[in-house]
């Protein structure tokens, strides 16, 4: 084949759609560069035209849960094993308390639902945001989740014996999830639905204070 069609060839197929692709995503970044926040994910909640439409900034749905971990793979003893209950990621020491790790997740991201259940409550969440050593939100289980301490109904509620919490939490860096006080609490079963923007994503991570003074008032528009 000769030189110049090869070249023709190549400038046609390869290079051009390449150079288009470059030029649509310079353009396209700016409009793209949206910062997700609490309201913004307060407002999608509310907002029917978005499930119309393909997320932006895109995102995968992820999951932490207390499965039961001898379920490993097809081909594996333990497949359909159902000791669903008081799984976790592992166990570490905070200072002189000893904390159970539920959800351990690299951002940029969001805490979009919880649910959880067991026989009693008797036991503490603590949520660390961004890799700090102090956790962002700290209250006890039946209040966190199915109780008022972030939220009302109908972003929390206690249904058929399960609480449930769909008030967001974003993080920028990134989530731990943890729970003390197990050898008494005995049994909790869990599910922490969260998302993973594409890197580079702006997320504006949680904060108590900016919650109190700006957030907790808009809530009233989904009530």
Not at 159 to 166: H, M, P, S
């Amino acid at each position: 084949m000769p030189k110049k069609l090869c070249l023709t060839l190549l400038l046609l197929f390869i290079v051009a759609p390449l150079v288009t692709c470059l030029l649509f995503l310079s353009i396209a970044a700016p409009f793209a560069a949206q910062t997700v926040t609490l309201s913004s994910l307060l407002d999608e909640m509310i907002d029917r035209d978005a499930i119309t439409k393909f997320p932006d900034p895109t995102y995968i749905s992820l999951q932490a849960s207390s499965y039961d971990r001898a379920s490993t793979s097809p081909d594996k003893p333990g497949w359909f094993a159902n000791n669903d209950t008081t799984q976790f990621i592992r166990e570490e020491m905070n200072g002189d308390r000893r904390e159970w790790v539920l959800m351990d997740a690299e951002g940029p991201g969001s805490i979009v639902r919880w649910w959880i259940t067991a026989p009693h409550y008797n036991a503490t969440f603590r949520i660390y945001l961004d890799g700090s050593s102090e956790p962002t939100i700290e209250a006890p289980i039946e209040q966190l989740v199915g109780g008022d301490f972030l939220a009302g109904d109908p972003l929390t509620a206690v249904k058929a014996g399960g609480r449930i919490l769909y008030l967001p939490i974003p993080f920028a860096k990134h989530c731990k999830v943890t729970v003390d006080n197990m050898p008494e609490q005995g049994s909790l079963y869990y599910i922490i639905n969260y998302r993973k923007y594409v890197e580079g994503t702006k997320v504006q991570t949680f904060t108590m204070a900016g919650y109190n003074i700006g957030s907790k008032e808009g809530l009233t528009v989904l009530t």
